[in-house]
């Protein structure tokens, strides 16, 4: 590249890791708002988080549109290259992210406002909590360009699985003792699974900054320790 050709795709770089972190942002403040809604039972913000989505979709197409027009014009290689590509893969999965918390955020009107919430919640909680660390985590080591805290996080998703197959085996219990919590407990075992999920795209990003960085992409296994699947065949 010649100067003027580098400095110009240096902003391009600059404007997508913006927009990835303004996207950051939003889903973060989805995934929170909408563990305050179905906490609180709180329809308005519940309504909010829907209605977030739409920016977060509008930002994941305008970095897809940037990106592949920066391709088109600088035809970066190597390193250059993975940094838009990674910029994409990013986008990809906090667009999901803010699909699976607007998915919790519309289960907060249809859950019964009889049963008491507060015991199976707080394990909910709990796990939004962890995912949330671990997207804010991984977010700055994706802009930082920090291997070692993108494989904290990618080695940490065994943590929320196990606060998931906890939660999972509770709830399952609360159904066995009670019909009548069956449909409470069927839609937090929904919000649970979501939330298990945004950890998965987590150390998803988190495997694109290591791709990003050592140019290749990550051999190990990925740490699981989801056994709902098992124990629901179980029961």
């Not at 999972?168 to 009670?178: A, K, S």
């Amino acid at each position: 590249m010649t100067d003027h050709t580098a400095k110009a795709f240096d902003v391009d770089l600059q404007d997508l890791t913006r927009l990835v972190s303004e996207m950051g942002g939003l889903a973060e403040k989805q995934i929170g708002d909408s563990i305050d809604a179905l906490s609180r039972q709180d329809e308005a913000l519940a309504v909010r988080v829907v209605a977030l989505d739409i920016k977060i979709d509008m930002l994941q197409r305008e970095i897809e549109e940037r990106a592949i027009l920066t391709i088109a014009k600088r035809q970066p290689m190597a390193i250059d290259l993975r940094d838009v590509v990674g910029a994409l893969r990013v986008a990809n999965d906090l667009e999901r992210i803010g699909d699976l918390a607007k998915n919790i955020a519309k289960r907060t009107p249809v859950i019964d406002r009889d049963i008491q919430l507060q015991k199976v919640m707080r394990g909910v909680e709990h796990m939004a909590n962890l995912v949330l660390t671990q997207i804010k985590d991984v977010l700055d080591a994706y802009a930082r360009r920090d291997v070692n805290k993108a494989m904290g996080v990618w080695r940490g998703d065994e943590e929320i699985d196990a606060v998931n197959n906890s939660l999972f085996r509770e709830l399952l219990t609360y159904m066995m003792e009670d019909p009548r919590n069956i449909s409470l407990c069927t839609h937090l075992l929904f919000c649970a699974k979501n939330i298990e999920r945004m950890g998965d795209h987590a150390t998803n990003i988190a495997e694109t900054v290591y791709y990003m960085v050592e140019g290749r992409p990550l051999a190990d296994e990925r740490p699981k320790g989801d056994t709902t699947a098992t124990v629901a065949f179980r029961q």
